[in-house]
């Protein structure tokens, strides 16, 4: 059974760093991941979708990265911004076609 | 947010009550999702519908009930549920339901069952 692994569970940090967050899933045999932002209340947002054939994946400051063997995937996220606050979840698709099993994600708040 | 609408935002119902969550997709997609997020725990995958067929229930009990009367639409039925079914129940869309594909989710039904 696939389980995904998100560290830290909450970061804060001041406006304007960059910052690194992880995910782990324990089966490799994945053909997609993909990283979402959850705003308060909200529905999820896909931010980067990276097959199992790719190293990374960039979309502006965002930088999404998979080690399918060491089943691991970083989000990085340069030059943070307030507007960055939020939960982001990490999602394996595995098994049967389409199926996404998530992580329970990492609380970002980047602070004045 | 406009692409995969949900209906209502907000649900407190009774154990005893019998309401419908709806799900609407606006994208063209022929798959459709239901899922469910429980406060500390991971989303969980409901049921998957492709092409008006259900070709996944994730061992879900028999008091949620879903309908998909057409591509564009999703319902979830709601009976006799219990106070550990309140949770945000997300849907989502994909262009076919096969694997790599991004799925593209609604904002959400708050559901409180009393």
């Known amino acids: 059974k696939q389980e995904v692994t998100q560290i830290p569970a909450a970061l804060s940090v001041p406006e304007g760093e960059n910052l690194v967050l992880n995910c782990s899933f324990t089966d490799s045999a994945i053909y997609n991941l993909q990283w979402f932002r959850q705003d308060p209340g909200k529905g999820l947002t896909s931010l980067l979708l990276i097959q199992s054939s790719q190293r990374e994946q960039t979309s502006g400051r965002l930088n999404a990265s998979l080690d399918k063997s060491s089943g691991r995937s970083t989000l990085y996220i340069a030059a943070s911004q307030p507007g960055d606050s939020a939960t982001y979840l990490c999602?394996?698709?595995?098994?049967?076609?389409?199926?996404?099993?998530f992580g329970t994600g990492t609380r970002l708040q980047v602070t004045l | 947010e406009t692409g995969v609408t949900q209906t209502p935002r907000h649900l407190v119902m009774g154990m005893t009550n019998k309401k419908s969550l709806k799900c609407e997709q606006h994208?063209?997609?022929?798959?459709m999702y239901w899922y469910k997020q429980s406060a500390k725990k991971p989303l969980e995958l409901m049921f998957v519908?492709?092409?008006?067929?259900?070709?996944e229930n994730n061992s879900v009990p028999s008091r949620f009930s879903p309908e998909c009367p057409n591509s564009s639409h999703l319902f979830l039925h709601l009976h006799t549920l219990q106070p550990e079914d309140s949770a945000l129940y997300l849907c989502?869309?994909?262009?076919?339901?096969?694997?790599?594909?991004?799925?593209?989710f609604g904002p959400g039904t708050r559901l409180l069952v009393l």
């Open positions: 989502a869309s994909s262009q076919q339901g096969l694997e790599g594909e991004t799925q593209y």
């Open positions: 999602a394996v698709g595995s098994g049967t076609a389409s199926k996404l099993t």
């Open positions: 519908y492709s092409l008006e067929e259900r070709v």
């Open positions: 994208l063209g997609h022929n798959a």
